[in-house]
């Protein structure tokens, strides 16, 4: 059972390239989640899915697109990276969307973008 | 807006006891949670608070006043593996989660 995996785990851009994230989880959980984390913030929703074939966004979407087609997978694509993207990505899953649900993590991608 | 505050860096001695303060202001509550961190890994699940008063979970317990917007982690025993980052985060009326910037502790020998 290996949890939340995300691929790549670094990597470096120039501007204006595009990628995609990917996060895989295999606890069959129903709701998954794409956060940026920087510096002297807290963890901040890019966006979100609560089952397959759907997706919503999150509080900071701009500039991220994502993809939902297998539960078990959460895509994020930058398509034009910027500078400010640059940051640490991590994605989380949990079984459900109440409030006990507990979120699990992936180890996070470090992306920078030069 | 929403806003959850702690402290940005504590510093504590090994085998001491060290109180974490979280203070939020959030559009409704459904629980408050404590994830740690350590740096350059993922956040793990600490304790879930939703209704006043004590959770208590070995060496770390955490405590919820609703009506003051304040909850605070208590870790006992210090040990160096708890050097790390804890994080509060507040689930508000849309069942979304609103995290505070984390507290980088630092413990000493």
């Known amino acids: 059972n290996a949890g939340v995996t995300q691929t790549p785990k670094f990597r470096v851009l120039k501007t204006g390239q595009s990628m995609t994230l990917l996060c895989a989880q295999d606890m069959n959980h129903e709701y998954m989640y794409w956060y940026r984390q920087d510096p002297g913030m807290g963890l901040r929703l890019i966006h979100y899915?609560?089952?397959?074939?759907?997706?919503a966004k999150g509080e900071v979407p701009d500039g991220y697109n994502v993809s939902r087609i297998k539960k078990q997978n959460f895509l994020l694509g930058l398509e034009s990276a910027a500078p400010s993207q640059t940051s640490v990505y991590f994605c989380?899953?949990?079984?459900?969307?109440?409030?006990?649900?507990?979120?699990?993590f992936g180890p996070g991608t470090r992306l920078t973008v030069l | 807006g929403q806003n959850i505050d702690q402290p940005t860096e504590m510093t504590a001695t090994e085998g001491a006891i060290v109180q974490i303060n979280c203070t939020y202001q959030?559009?409704?509550?459904?629980?408050l949670f404590w994830y740690q961190q350590h740096a350059g890994e993922a956040p793990t699940f600490l304790s879930y608070?939703?209704l006043d008063g004590l959770e208590e979970k070995g060496r770390f317990s955490s405590v919820l006043s609703r009506s003051k917007g304040y909850s605070y982690l208590l870790l006992k025993e210090l040990q160096m593996k708890d050097s790390a980052s804890y994080l509060c985060?507040?689930?508000?009326?849309?069942?979304?989660?609103?995290w505070g910037a984390g507290t980088k502790l630092i413990i000493k020998p």
């Open positions: 899915s609560v089952g397959e074939g759907t997706t």
């Open positions: 608070n939703v």
């Open positions: 985060a507040v689930m508000d009326s849309n069942y979304q989660l609103i």
């Open positions: 959030t559009s409704g509550f459904n629980g």
């Open positions: 989380a899953s949990t079984m459900g969307g109440s409030s006990t649900d507990t979120q699990y």
